[in-house]
Antibody, heavy 117, light 111 residues
Framework: QVQLQESGPGLVKPSETLSLNCSVS????????WSWIRQSPGKGLEWIGD???????TYNPSLKSRVTISLDRPRDQFSLKVKSVTSADTAVYYC???????????WGQGTLVTVSS | QSALTQPASVSGSPGQSITISCTGT?????????VSWYQHHPGKAPKLLIY???KRPSGISDRFSGSKSGNTASLTISGLQAEDEADYHC???????????FGTGTKVTVL
């Protein structure tokens, strides 16, 4: 049973870069799509982007200029970086697995990232 | 790309059936049978309930069913139980910029 776990700082200063990792256990990242999704306080879920195991990456156009998603195959991890953060980036960030890229069958518990000075 | 529209809240009594709608447009829900639904208890990982409009993953109760008509997808929960009290989110593939769009989320309350 694949399990995902997010990790990273819970507090980031405005204008800095938010960095999160997602560790995959119970199976490698040598298949499927690996995604980042967030939920800002009081709002619905927002798809950030995903990376296919062969390396192709798709981003939400509204975030594309600030976001980088990458795979670390040897460590069975994938990561998210969001640069130049503002308070609007305060959210619970989830990593997820997408067997086809169109739905997500396994999610991490989520990690709250607050942007504040 | 705007979020898909869901009712903010839906409620029902134990044993009743409720339906949550998810309204999109002709470039997302209306054009692709790629709608999925997620149950989310606060503080826990979201759980996939339905994918590709009406398919249930292994282990998901048949009390949960999905359908679609035009630009609106629906999730029906039959035989409502206390444990169904949670937030529910829909998601669809959209042909614009090949990305995915989620719904606004619906809080289900079991009376």
């Amino acid at each position: 049973q694949v399990q995902l776990q997010e990790s990273g700082p819970g507090l980031v200063k405005p204008s800095e870069t938010l960095s999160l990792n997602c560790s995959v256990s119970g199976g490698g990242i040598d298949s499927d799509y690996w995604s980042w999704i967030r939920q800002s306080p009081g709002k619905g879920l927002e798809w950030i982007g995903d990376v296919h195991f062969i390396g192709s990456i798709t981003y939400n156009p509204s975030l594309k200029s600030r976001v980088t998603i990458s795979l670390d195959r040897p460590r069975d991890q994938f990561s998210l970086k969001v640069k130049s953060v503002t308070s609007a980036d305060t959210a619970v960030y989830y990593c997820a697995r997408g067997p086809s890229g169109y739905y997500y069958d396994t999610w991490g518990q989520g990690t709250l990232v607050t942007v504040s000075s | 790309q705007s979020a898909l529209t869901q009712p903010a809240s839906v409620s029902g009594s134990p044993g009743q059936s409720i339906t949550i709608s998810c309204t999109g447009t002709s470039i997302d829900v209306g054009s692709y049978n790629l709608v999925s639904w997620y149950q989310h208890h606060p503080g826990k990982a979201p759980k996939l309930l339905i994918y590709e409009v009406s398919k249930r993953p292994s282990g998901i109760s048949d009390r949960f069913s999905g359908s679609k008509s035009g630009n609106t997808a629906s999730l029906t929960i039959s035989g409502l139980q206390a444990e169904d009290e949670a937030d529910y989110h829909c998601c669809s593939y959209t042909g614009i910029n090949t990305f995915r769009v989620f719904g606004t989320g619906t809080k289900v309350t079991v009376l």
